[in-house]
């Protein structure tokens, strides 16, 4: 049984940082395209970074580039999204989503229709 568990949420004051971790047990991430996406009510959930598994290629969104950084550490099977300079608009849902299939580029963002396993999401709520 395929099972991803994120961690590593909580609240942080503007400018602060954190780091997401996403645990995979019943696959090896390794061999899978790994999506990051956020939620917040009211609106669709948006993809903002993705790691290849092909060629190791990064993609992270206009919004939050040069904060976040997706990163894998392939011997604990766990996916990492690396956030700094937090602002309030990052507040949300953290959720992460792999499978073979999906699109990712440096240009091209995770598609969350391509991803059909994922964990149950941690929320990050910026706020002083």
């Known amino acids: 049984q395929v099972q991803l568990v994120e961690s590593g949420g909580g609240l942080v004051q503007p400018g602060g940082s954190l780091t997401v971790s996403c645990a995979a047990s019943?696959?090896?991430?390794?061999?899978?395209?790994i999506g990051w996406f956020r939620q917040v009510p009211g609106k669709e959930r948006e993809g903002v970074a993705c790691?290849?598994?092909?060629?190791?290629?990064?993609y992270h969104a206009d919004s939050v580039k040069g904060r976040f950084t997706i990163s894998r550490d392939n011997t604990e099977n766990t996916v990492y999204l690396q956030i700094s300079s937090l602002k309030p608009e990052d507040t949300a849902v953290y959720y992460c989503?792999?499978?073979?299939?999906?699109?990712?580029?440096?240009?091209?963002?995770?598609?969350?229709?391509?991803?059909?396993?994922w964990g149950p999401g941690t929320q990050v709520t910026v706020s002083s």
């Open positions: 790691f290849n598994a092909l060629d190791g290629v990064t």
């Open positions: 989503a792999a499978d073979l299939r999906p699109l990712c580029t440096a240009a091209i963002g995770p598609n969350a229709d391509e991803y059909d396993y």
């Open positions: 019943g696959i090896t991430l390794q061999y899978y395209h």
